[in-house]
């Protein structure tokens, strides 16, 4: 990984400022789950974008959680608890791919702030691609490649035209790109039908 968060900042990524500039109901708003199928946060964190985004879908159950620290997936599930949200997350610690989620399975996946952290980005892509429903979509929320107040340096952003070739190398589709939040790029990629 070229940057793993430090789960001692934990309390960053539930900063409520953060709504003036990652709200994720402005997200929530362009996705489209496949109905009667589960979700995936790759990345999940501290469950700042799984939380909203299961109670926004409650048809869509369960909701994967990926992460390659501990640290972060047992503060998630400490706060899904408290959400009364324990029933529908499913952990996974992260260590290798496969990951024990079906092919096609998955209607809805999204990973915010982590693509720049992902070396191995085509087995990365490629897993998630195997993962999702026919149809269904990937959304990459990451800092833009400019100077923003905070995020990662610039030396680790990635240009949108790279997420978008990884993403076509991967197998997806359909990419469109969505201008949502001021400080982040927003990419949705479908996997074909066929």
């Known amino acids: 990984m070229a940057h793993v968060f430090n789960p001692a900042l934990l309390h960053r990524l539930d900063d409520p400022n953060r709504l003036d500039y990652q709200n ?6 362009k996705m489209h789950p496949h109905p009667n199928t589960s979700m995936m946060d790759f990345g999940a964190g501290a469950g700042y974008f799984t939380f909203p985004i ?4 409650p048809e869509n159950s369960p909701v994967h959680v990926i992460d390659i620290q501990k640290e972060m997936l047992d503060h998630l599930i400490k706060r899904a608890k408290d959400q009364d949200l324990s029933g529908r997350i499913q952990p996974h610690l992260l ?4 990951l024990s989620v079906p092919d096609g399975s998955v209607g809805l996946a999204w990973m915010v702030n982590v693509f720049h952290e992902i070396d191995d980005r085509k087995s990365a ?6 993962i999702l429903a026919p149809g269904a979509s990937l959304f990459i929320v990451d800092w833009k490649p400019e100077e923003t107040p905070m995020g990662p340096p610039l030396s680790e952003r990635v240009p949108e035209v790279e997420i978008i070739t990884s993403l076509l190398e991967a197998g997806f589709a359909l990419i469109r790109s ?11 990629a479908q996997k074909g039908l066929a």
């Open 178 to 188: 969505w201008e949502i939040y001021s400080m982040h790029l927003v990419v949705e």
């Open 95 to 98: 260590e290798t791919f496969p």
């Open 54 to 57: 299961a109670k926004s879908f």
């Open 24 to 29: 994720p109901l402005k997200l929530i708003e």
């Open 125 to 130: 892509l490629s897993e998630i691609f195997r």
